[in-house]
């Protein structure tokens, strides 16, 4: 049996559901935070539901096989877990925030003075990275009150939009870290557990698919050169008669490939020029590498 830990609450909790459920693994329940255990569409693999910030210490300490937590979360705790895959929701930074009115302009501008966080280890490696001796503050909530109580100088916290801080009269001066959302496996679990790996496929393959798109056109056997010469697929394009042509001379060609679909705009223009017609573009539900 592989237990897998992911948010029970949260801005990390719906996308979370979402992925496992493209990627085949569909939990029961997965809305209901309020609940600690849940099944899956694969007997052999069930989930935890637990509090992001304790994950990565239950895949560390084999409460979970397996997780899904920020990597903000995994470096603060120092887990001492494998990093599978990087499935880049939940993007967050770090920065370093003191207030508006503040003269300090970078980091180094605060050289013996305090930082408050709720990350005090990302914080200290932050500057001692940066060679500025501070003294590092942890707070447990309203880290952004500490300047304004005389509490702090600056803030290293969360930040996502910079409303918060702008509410709060706080301007960033620098970026302290990056978070996205990994998934995470315990390293003896990984060495005993095949399907762990299953999983990471599973999940690589739905993220794939939703940087890529399917195209479907069809295309004048004459113009067929110009066509591939747009297309810049995963290993070209995959070409077929349609036999419904009326005559050589003026014979279709079924044209299909993969592509980036950030690319999709400017190929398709591309395409219609070069004489390509009735062209689909098809979003891909997993590519399995």
Do not use: W
């Amino acid at each position: 049996m592989i237990r897998i830990a992911i948010p029970n609450k949260g801005r990390l909790h719906e996308p979370t559901i979402s992925i496992f459920n493209d990627a085949g693994l569909h939990i029961s329940g997965g809305a209901e935070s309020r609940k600690l255990f849940a099944k899956t569409t694969d007997p052999e693999i069930s989930i935890l539901f637990a509090r992001a910030a304790d994950i990565p210490e239950y895949v560390q300490d084999g409460a979970a096989d397996v997780g899904v937590t920020g990597l903000d979360l995994i470096t603060e705790r120092g887990a001492d877990v494998e990093t599978l895959l990087d499935l880049g929701f939940g993007k967050a930074n770090l920065v370093l925030a003191v207030p508006e009115d503040s003269e300090f302009q970078g980091p180094q501008d605060l050289e013996g003075k305090k930082v408050a966080t709720e990350f005090p280890v990302i914080t200290g490696q932050y500057f001692e990275k940066l060679g500025v001796n501070v003294e590092v503050i942890k707070v447990t909530g309203a880290c952004e009150m500490t300047p304004h109580v005389g509490i702090a100088d600056a803030i290293v916290d969360i930040s996502s939009s910079g409303t918060t801080l702008m509410i709060n009269r706080l301007k960033a001066i620098d970026r302290a870290f990056s978070s996205t959302v990994y998934l995470i496996a315990n390293k003896e679990s990984l060495k005993t557990k095949e399907k762990i790996l299953d999983i990471k496929t599973a999940l690589e393959s739905v993220l794939n698919a939703k940087r890529r798109r399917y195209l479907m056109m069809n295309v004048p056997e004459s113009s067929l050169q110009a066509v591939k010469e747009v297309l810049p697929g995963m290993s070209g394009p995959t070409v077929m008669k349609v036999e419904s042509s009326k005559s050589s001379e003026d014979s279709i060609l079924a044209v299909h490939a993969v592509v980036d679909a950030d690319l999709i705009f400017t190929i398709v223009n591309k395409l219609k020029k070069v004489g390509a017609r009735d062209i689909l573009v098809v979003p891909i539900e997993r590519i399995m590498p």
